[in-house]
């Protein structure tokens, strides 16, 4: 089967630095979402991206399909963006379920 | 963003017992799913459900699992005999209203735990 792997496992940060998150996937997808889980638990949407670069304020995301990776750029962190964030791949032809990635912790200290 | 919901948000059962959680996708979808994450671990895949029936399952989700449709807007997983590695978070999941392709959002989750 596919596997979703993402760099790095952990990172830890000053609030207000720049951070990069990758995702890489082993087989061809029918599209790539990015994730935040919070505290809580709670799996919160950031990106629907299958292809190209979105921007949602201090959050962007990159992917390159042909090359089967995703980019999540953090820009300015703030404490609040601490938790987990996983990258998920839809696969499986007409089921489209999502496949996740291992995730990466974030810590944002202040 | 559409919302999904989940019942209840903890659930706390004895081994060998039955549970049953309750999901409510957004409106009127025929598609939704469910996946579980093991604490500490990455989210994983259990079912798929389209219009009343399994349309893929993973091998995790063995014959102890089941999924219904008791009524028009409610779907349940159940769990005939739960066992300490049941315990987990469980999260049902539904496309967005441009059908199954589109982005999936997930419900706040049940957090199972078995003793």
């Known amino acids: 089967g596919i596997q979703v792997e993402q760099s790095p496992p952990d990172l830890i940060l000053q609030e207000g630095a720049n951070s990069t998150l990758r995702c890489n996937f082993s087989?061809?997808?029918?599209?790539l979402q990015w994730f935040h889980q919070n505290p809580w638990g709670q799996l919160i949407n950031l990106f629907y991206?299958?292809?190209g670069t979105k921007q949602n304020g201090r959050l962007s995301a990159t992917t390159v399909a042909t090359e089967r990776y995703s980019l999540l750029y953090i820009s300015s962190s703030q404490t609040t963006d601490s938790g987990v964030y996983f990258c998920?791949?839809?696969?499986?032809?007409?089921?489209?379920?999502?496949?996740f990635g291992t995730g990466t912790l974030l810590a944002v200290q202040p | 963003e559409p919302e999904v919901t989940q019942t209840p948000s903890h659930q706390v059962t004895q081994m060998g017992q039955e549970v049953i959680l309750r999901c409510v996708p957004i409106s009127n979808h025929l598609y939704f799913y469910w996946y579980r994450q093991i604490l500490g671990q990455k989210v994983e895949f259990l079912v798929s459900?389209?219009?009343?029936?399994?349309?893929?399952k993973s091998e995790i989700f063995d014959d102890q699992f089941s999924v219904e449709r008791p009524d028009g807007s409610n779907f349940t997983l159940k769990i005939r005999s739960t066992k300490l590695e049941d315990s987990a978070m469980y999260f049902c999941?539904?496309?967005?209203?441009?059908?199954?392709?589109?982005?999936?959002?997930f419900g706040p989750g049940t957090r199972l735990t078995v003793l």
């Open positions: 991206i299958p292809s």
């Open positions: 998920a791949v839809g696969y499986g032809g007409a089921t489209n379920k999502l496949i």
């Open positions: 459900f389209y219009n009343n029936e399994i349309s893929e």
């Open positions: 999941a539904s496309p967005g209203l441009a059908g199954v392709g589109d982005t999936q959002y």
């Open positions: 087989d061809s997808v029918n599209n």
